[in-house]
């Protein structure tokens, strides 16, 4: 899977948006572009997921680059509550065997939103 | 259920005992992840299940760890002689079918905080 980089913190205002960027220059065009969070404690929490047009769904946008090198995930009002850490994380999508059901975190982005 | 359920959410076992983590999957779900997080690490990949195929153990630490799903639902990690190394939270996760082929999501459950002291 493509390796992805991405700031280790970031802060944002309660309430404006949090735009948390991730680069993933050696994207292959079959890899999808997915976004987890996990709040302290507990357990990672799927976001949104896309491969090459912007998406938006309840949580969050998915803004992705036309060359794919690199996306934003964006939550349009930040609350206390979204402070956790951010994992964007690039996965092959093939209709053949090998190990790309797996999922590849790395350290992500601790958000964290202040009053 | 609505969600993955995994059971005990907490666990604090002397070391060299073994310990027994339990995770149902959501309903429908034919592939089944295990991950473990030690304090203040990232996601490690202990162990995939995919229906009836042989599963993908490469993520497994050592021969003390093992793992189970029987009748394409239910999964088991087992800790044999556990060591304080092994204290972390174990993560379990289904997907409705290989998500790599559909670009399904995988949810997660809560975890089993394991402490072996």
């Known amino acids: 899977d493509a390796k992805t980089t991405q700031p280790p913190s970031m802060d944002c205002a309660e309430g404006r948006a949090a735009n948390l960027p991730c680069n993933h220059s050696?994207?292959?065009?079959?890899?999808?572009v997915y976004w987890y969070r996990q709040i302290h404690s507990q357990g990672p929490q799927y976001i949104i997921h896309g491969l090459k047009n912007n998406e938006t769904n309840e949580m969050a946008s998915l803004i992705i680059t036309e060359d794919r090198k690199s996306s934003t995930l964006i939550l349009p009002h930040a609350t206390l509550r979204d402070t956790a850490v951010y994992y964007c994380?690039?996965?092959?999508?093939?209709?053949?065997?090998?190990?790309?059901?797996?999922?590849?975190f790395g350290k992500g982005t601790l958000l964290t939103v202040n009053p | 259920g609505a969600g993955v359920s995994q059971s005990p959410s907490n666990k604090v076992t002397e070391k060299g005992k073994d310990v027994e983590l339990r995770c149902d999957p959501i309903s429908g779900h034919t592939a089944l992840y295990w991950y473990r997080q030690s304090l203040g690490q990232g996601l490690e990949f202990l162990i995939y299940?995919?229906?009836?195929?042989?599963?993908?153990k490469s993520g497994l630490p050592s021969d003390r760890f093992s793992a189970e799903r029987t009748g394409g639902s239910v999964s088991t990690l087992t800790i044999q002689r556990t060591q304080q190394e092994d204290s972390a939270v174990y993560l379990c996760?289904?997907?409705?079918?290989?998500?790599?082929?559909?670009?399904?999501?995988?949810?997660f459950g809560e975890g089993s905080w394991l402490t072996v002291v």
């Open positions: 299940f995919q229906g009836n195929s042989a599963p993908d």
């Open positions: 050696t994207i292959s065009g079959n890899e999808y």
């Open positions: 994380i690039v996965r092959f999508h093939r209709n053949s065997g090998g190990s790309n059901y797996k999922l590849t």
């Open positions: 996760a289904s997907s409705p079918r290989l998500a790599a082929f559909s670009g399904n999501t995988i949810y």
